[in-house]
């Protein structure tokens, strides 16, 4: 990150900087060790939708498509896909804030 900074003279611009520290958060968040570790879907899904930004919605989608090899025809029906994931994904955030009972995760039919 030294570069970066260098690169605007010591100081970030304010998106970035919120950007790159919410990028920390959810790195944090995941806890990537466990989720190395973990051997299923659904232990992976969990750990990585536990932290919920809409600013990272667009890197978590990609990090997901990359994860269950899923690819589109066209960007229209990739823009059609990202929403019903993004809509997903808080769906599963907010239910999980709540503590019920059973949790909610992320699988490979989430777009």
Do not use: C
Request: a negative charge.
């Amino acid at each position: 990150s030294s570069g970066i900074n260098a690169e605007y003279g010591g100081k970030l611009p304010d998106t970035t900087a919120n950007t790159l520290l919410k990028l920390s958060d959810i790195l944090h968040a995941l806890n990537v060790e466990d989720m190395l570790q973990s051997n299923t879907a659904h232990e992976i899904g969990a750990s990585f939708f536990r932290y919920y930004s809409d600013d990272l919605l667009p890197l978590q989608f990609q990090l997901w498509k990359e994860h269950v090899g899923r690819s589109y025809a066209d960007d229209e029906e990739h823009g059609m896909r990202q929403d019903i994931w993004a809509k997903n994904v808080k769906l599963i955030h907010e239910h999980n804030q709540l503590n019920k009972s059973y949790y909610l995760a992320m699988n490979q039919f989430g777009d």
